[in-house]
């Protein structure tokens, strides 16, 4: 497969869409999620998107082509929450490694199934737990913490173990709202490659902005997120998630300056309305994301919640012609 760089230095690549908002589409019940294997599981389990990859395996590889056919040159698999810390709200934190391999081997049978002849690739997804490591859950206790950095670690480095057997090309750290939790990830995978004296796969990193504030959940301005990442030498950093495109483009636009790798960008379609869905129309979303190209802000663009394959066609569409942004050439440290 030829390495992603060679792709980034001459265009802008697209990433997918959002996973969830295409399995609510199949207004799935309960037995679906249960399957047959599950059927007698003693606690509901609806809701368990990443479950789908055992017991729906179809629907997921048909969206994963919907993606593709659109124009994503990289998909993420349907694992954001499967590790054992998320997956033991339903009971099912030993299913986090076969999740994730199943997974990673449903996405590339899509890559093979649509037979473009251009690359393709699969990013194994890495959510941010639905835990924390620098907040407290408890307002009347703000030391307390739910787990520990080696907790979080132990459950990533299955998760990326889980990924890696299944064949993913790259990772990808999303939707982080907490850098110490991303931290965790990181030093998982790090310590994975070096253990198992494998060749190391690029890392993407994508963090979340909460409000205009331009800060993280857990305080951080984009600037001191950007460097307490940047050790880990990834492919690609970018934000995803919490803000539309018309919100996200200053961040995006200081994000751009600063960091030495390509950056990535892949938000909402707007802002959610009062019933939680969301209104922005694959044109607007696409219109917004063009706009960042054509101002040279980004190297890899998509769309996260809302986001449909007719997003990722248009956003396609509008970027195709754009130059990618360049790497910024950096002043030598003084000696």
């Known amino acids: 497969m030829k390495d992603i760089r060679d792709l980034l230095n001459h265009r802008i690549l697209i990433i997918d869409g959002a996973m969830g908002t295409m399995i609510q589409r199949y207004h799935l019940k309960e037995e679906d999620y249960r399957g047959e294997r599950f059927q007698n599981w003693p606690s509901d389990v609806k809701g368990n998107n990443d479950l789908l990859c055992l017991t729906q395996p179809h629907i997921i590889r048909e969206i994963h082509g919907h993606y593709l056919e659109a124009g994503a040159d990289i998909i993420e698999t349907n694992t954001f929450n499967a590790n054992k810390i998320s997956l033991a709200d339903y009971g099912m934190q030993e299913l986090a490694y076969e999740i994730n391999v199943a997974a990673a081997r449903i996405a590339k049978e899509a890559t093979l199934l649509v037979g473009s002849g251009e690359e393709k690739y699969v990013a194994g997804a890495i959510g941010p737990l639905n835990k924390t490591l620098s907040l407290s859950p408890d307002v009347n206790n703000p030391g307390y913490r739910a787990l520990t950095f080696d907790e979080a670690v132990e459950a990533y480095y299955e998760q990326v173990k889980g990924l890696v057997d299944g064949g993913v090309d790259l990772l990808l750290i999303e939707t982080i709202f907490d850098t110490l939790n991303a931290k965790a990830a990181i030093f998982a995978i790090k310590k994975y490659f070096r253990e198992t004296n494998q060749k190391e796969l690029p890392i993407m990193i994508s963090g979340t902005i ?32 919490a803000l539309g495109a018309k919100e996200m483009r ?23 309305n009062a019933m939680g869905e969301y209104d922005e129309q694959p044109e607007e979303t696409a219109h917004f994301i063009e706009d960042w190209a054509e101002a ?9 919640c809302g986001t449909t394959p007719d997003h990722i066609r248009h956003i396609a569409e509008h970027v195709r012609n754009i130059k990618p942004r360049p790497l910024p050439v950096l002043e030598k440290d003084l000696v």
């Not at 040279?296 to 996260?304: K, R």
């Open 210 to 241: 909460t409000d205009a504030s331009g800060r993280t959940l857990s305080g951080q301005t984009l600037e001191a997120f950007y460097t307490s990442i940047r050790h880990a030498h990834p492919l690609s950093v970018g934000l995803n998630c």
């Open 296 to 304: 040279g802000f980004v190297n890899i663009v998509g769309g996260c």
């Open 250 to 272: 200053p961040h995006i636009e200081e994000l751009s300056q600063i960091a030495e790798c390509y950056t990535s960008a892949y938000p909402n379609a707007g802002l959610p």
